[in-house]
């Protein structure tokens, strides 16, 4: 059987190039990079290397960059770090409500420690408007913290906007960034950002490991106490193969990026147009004018997007409900319920997201084989017609 890979926003294989440049770290340059001997320096100027490459592609110095175990930890890191450090009784944080469960959750716990936390809604195209952040500003507000492209839907949010904003009114501007480091240009002083999130098993580097931007003399509380690593900004012995990795994925990101960006978006309207055009009632979620090229989330009537998930990996196809921390739930997307779908529409949208090696037969595959899968679904389903019946 075929199979086919369209779940690169839950993660992403491995390039080649990547491993290949990873292998060394693992087996004879395995020192500990805070070692004076010969396996530390080799180890020390693996992880500075891959800092460079990083740096350059966000537009950041080396010095901004904290390497994390990944998208989870950054987030926590700056949201709680930039909180503890800040001043004061009262403590207001800005989020939005289509926020991934690293930030969202994170933020909870937040008002579980007495800080107030505004969660901006983003409209029915997935997208936060900059008036509604500058609305709920007040005189306490610490920390805005917005993602830039959304993991469900691929929306992409208008940060520099709101990084003009963030700066007018001289509060912290933290975005999570993982979904679209890698994908599409990504630039700290374009942005106005002062964190920034990313993870490298999102853009075809390995899981584990990610990096937090901290913008030169942004305080930070830090999350975990040990050694003196990283500048004293996250301790533990560097991850230093996972962060060659992460190296060499934003050296490969950056050299095939317009190229890359323009394949895997005509690929990704291929898909969509071609699913639009052979099911019926079927709709895409969420605007599609400001989108990641890699990403669409449609709903098919009547459909459970488990049934479906499972029925797609039947046939070697692999796509997702959604989050991929969310499957298993049996709670609907806090995203597609924030954008305004039902319960129903909801649990019927089904994530398909493209990425580096996705080929023209993998859309043609899919397209083959998901209208008959719909189809079966929906003649087995007591909702189908009386779905087609109340939407018509
Ligand atoms: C995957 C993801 C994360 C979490 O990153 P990990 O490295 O898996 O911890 C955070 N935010 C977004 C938007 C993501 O897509």
Redesign the pocket.
Known sequence: MRRVYLDN?ATTPVAPEVFEAMRPYLVSDYGNASSIHWYGQQAKAAVENAREELARLINARPAEIVFTS????S?NAAIFGIVEAAKGDSKHVISSDIE?H??LFACRALEKRGVRVTYVRAGSDGVVDPADVERAIGPDTVLITL?HA??ELGTIQPLEEIGRIARQHDIFFHT?A??SVGKIPVDVEALGVDLL?L?A??LNGP?GV?ALYVRRGTILKPLLYGGHHERDRRPGTENTPGIVGLGRAAGLAREGMPEEAARIGALRDELEAGILARVPDAAANGGRLHRLPTTTNLRFDAIEGEGFVIAMDLKGIACSTGAACSSGSVEVSHVLSAIGLTPAQARSSIRFSLGRYNAPEDVATTLGILPDVVERLRAVSPHYRKAVASVK
């Open positions: 926003n990944g998208g989870t930890e987030d991934h690293a930030v993602m959304n993991n999570d993982v979904q999130s993870s098993h999102k899981k990610g």
